[in-house]
C-alpha cells in the first residue's frame, strides 16, 4: 500500500514536471521573449525611426547681368576735294547690366552694300572705360578707303567689343565751358572746353570725348583726345577735340554737345 502510495506520488510530480517545461516552450514560441532574429529587426526599426528626414533646399547663386549695348551709333562716308574716300563711325554703349563693367578695346568693322570688308579699324578704346550700370561711354574712329571710288559703297559699321565685370572706379573729371566752334574742310568742328580733377590723387593722363548730336537728339559723330600733362588734384586744364575726321556737313548739324573725361595713370 504504501508503495503504491510512493509511486502515485511520483508519476504526479512526474505529470507536474513536464508540464511546466511544456509551458516554458509555448511561452517562447508564442512572442514572450523574441528570437535573435526579432532583436535584429527590432533593432533596425528604431535606427531608422531615429533618423530625420530634413529637406535640404539649395540656395542658387545669385547670377549677377553684366551687359552692354550699343544704344546709338552713326557711320558715314565721304569724298573730300582731292578724291579721297573718308569714313567715320561712332557709337554710344551703354552699361545695360547690373554691375560696374570695363571696356576693353573695340573693333570696327567697315562693310560694303553686299556685307563685305571695305576696311577695319583696331585699338580703339572707349571715354570712359569703366561705366556704371545705366551710365555710357564714347567711341568713335575715322579711316582712309583705299581701293575705291564712290563713298555710296559704304554700308554700315559693325562693332566687335569686349568689356568684364569690375570693381574699378570711373574715376571721371568735371568738364565746363564747353563750347562747339565751325571751322574748314580740313578741321570741320571743334570742341573747347575746361576739364578739372575733382580726385584726391594726380592724374597723369586724361581721355576727352565730345559727342555731337543733330536737333532731333541723332548721334552725328564724335571728337575725342589726351591731355598728357599731369593734373594735380583741384586743377584744371584746357582741351581742344579736333580729331577724329568728320565730313563737313556736320558743323551746320550739330545742336548738341556732349563732353566726358576721364583720368587714368599708367
Known amino acids: 500500500m504504501k508503495k503504491l502510495s510512493a509511486l502515485l506520488v511520483l508519476m504526479s510530480v512526474l505529470l507536474l514536471f513536464m508540464g511546466c517545461s511544456n509551458d516554458e516552450k509555448l511561452s517562447g ?4 521573449s523574441a528570437s535573435p532574429t526579432e532583436d535584429s529587426n527590432t533593432e533596425e526599426v528604431e535606427e531608422t525611426s531615429g533618423v530625420s528626414v530634413v529637406e535640404v533646399e539649395e540656395e542658387e547663386a545669385e547670377v ?6 550699343i544704344v546709338q551709333d552713326n557711320g558715314i ?52 572705360n569703366v561705366v556704371l550700370p545705366g551710365e555710357k561711354a564714347f567711341v568713335s574712329e575715322s579711316a582712309i578707303i583705299d581701293g575705291i571710288t564712290d563713298a555710296s559703297l559704304y554700308k554700315e559699321t559693325t562693332y566687335n567689343f569686349e568689356f568684364n565685370e569690375t570693381t574699378e572706379d570711373p574715376n571721371l573729371m568735371e568738364v565746363s565751358a564747353i563750347k562747339g566752334v565751325k571751322g574748314d ?3 570741320p568742328y571743334r570742341v573747347t572746353g575746361l576739364v578739372k580733377n575733382t580726385k584726391d590723387e594726380k592724374q597723369e593722363s586724361i581721355s576727352v570725348a565730345g559727342a555731337l548730336y543733330a536737333e532731333d537728339g541723332t548721334l552725328l559723330g564724335i571728337l575725342n583726345d589726351y591731355i598728357d600733362v599731369g593734373l594735380n588734384p583741384g586743377n584744371e586744364a584746357g582741351f581742344e577735340l579736333l580729331y577724329p575726321d568728320i565730313p563737313i556737313e556736320f558743323a551746320d548739324q550739330v545742336a548738341t554737345i556732349e563732353v566726358m573725361a576721364y583720368g587714368w595713370n599708367d
Open 64 to 69: 549677377e547681368n553684366v551687359s552692354l549695348e
Open 77 to 128: 562716308a565721304w569724298v573730300d576735294s582731292i578724291g579721297t574716300i573718308w569714313l567715320h563711325s561712332a557709337a554710344i554703349y551703354e552699361n545695360t547690366g547690373e554691375v560696374p563693367i570695363k571696356i576693353g578695346e573695340t573693333q570696327m568693322n567697315f562693310k560694303d552694300q553686299e556685307g563685305g570688308i571695305l576696311g577695319t579699324a583696331t585699338w580703339i578704346y572707349a571715354v570712359p
Open 185 to 187: 574742310e580740313w578741321t
Open 29 to 32: 514560441a508564442s512572442g514572450g
